[in-house]
Antibody, heavy 118, light 109 residues
Framework: QVQLQESGPGLVKPSQTLSLSCSVS??????????WSWIRQHPGKGLEWIGY???????YYNPSFKSRVTMSVDTSKNHFSLELTSVTAADTAIYYC??????????WGQGLPVTVSS | EIVLTQSPGTLSLSPGDRATLSCWAS???????LAWYQQKPGLAPRLLIY???RRATGIPDRFSGSGSGTDFTLTISRLEPEDFGVYYC??????????FGPGTKVDIK
């Protein structure tokens, strides 16, 4: 079964770019049956979909993020990435990567807490 | 954009009770695109139900999903101690877009 692991800085300064990676094991990121996804959760709050990327590079983003977000896939490293620009305190959250085989998220990473603060 | 509403916000029950959680969509949706998740403190969400009524791999049969159109239900037939947590419904739209409900917290009475 697929296993996912998020990595990246736990602290980012305001106005900077948040860059996270999700390492995939137990399967190939070139599996055309998956979209590779990012979801976040503000402290004590609900879930917010950020977007997803296919291994062929096709992306779909939540319109709320569209101007700030970029997702990509690195098939050589079997991982995918999230970049979120111009971060503010409102981007403080736990960031999850997950697999989307059809219309639901079946495998999730453990989550990476990210704080935006100077 | 589809908006999902869940009720109640909190459900206080005892082990052995039956739990009924509701999820309403702001407009009619295909049941193929409705899923439910369980989340416990400090952990990632876990897929319970997809396609409104199909149990995910390894999910006990005390969990069941039903509904169509705008009204969907997650039922836990007999609560076990490990079932307490927050439950989210989720819709996948054809725009495409994904939305989550605000969650229902099931806690111990």
């Amino acid at each position: 079964q697929v296993q996912l692991q998020e990595s990246g800085p736990g602290l980012v300064k305001p106005s900077q770019t948040l860059s996270l990676s999700c390492s995939v094991s137990g399967g190939s990121i070139s599996n055309g049956g998956y979209y590779w996804s990012w979801i976040r959760q503000h402290p004590g709050k609900g879930l917010e979909w950020i977007g997803y990327v296919h291994y062929n590079g096709r992306t779909y983003y939540n319109p709320s993020f569209k101007s700030r977000v970029t997702m990509s896939v690195d098939t050589s490293k079997n991982h995918f990435s999230l970049e979120l620009t111009s971060v503010t305190a409102a981007d403080t959250a736990i960031y999850y990567c997950a697999t989307l085989p059809y219309a639901y998220f079946d495998f999730w990473g453990q989550g990476l807490p990210v704080t935006v603060s100077s | 954009e589809i908006v999902l509403t869940q009720s109640p916000g909190t459900l206080s029950l005892s082990p052995g009770d039956r739990a009924t959680l509701s999820c309403w969509a702001s407009q009619s949706v295909s049941s193929s695109y409705l899923a439910w998740y369980q989340q416990k403190p400090g952990l990632a969400p876990r897929l319970l139900i997809y396609g409104a009524s199909r149990r995910a791999t390894g999910i006990p049969d005390r969990f069941s999903g039903s509904g169509s159109g705008t009204d969907f239900t997650l039922t836990i037939s007999r609560l076990e101690p490990e079932d307490f947590g927050v439950y989210y419904c989720q819709h996948y739209g054809t725009s495409p877009e994904v939305t989550f409900g605000p969650g229902t917290k099931v806690d111990i009475k």
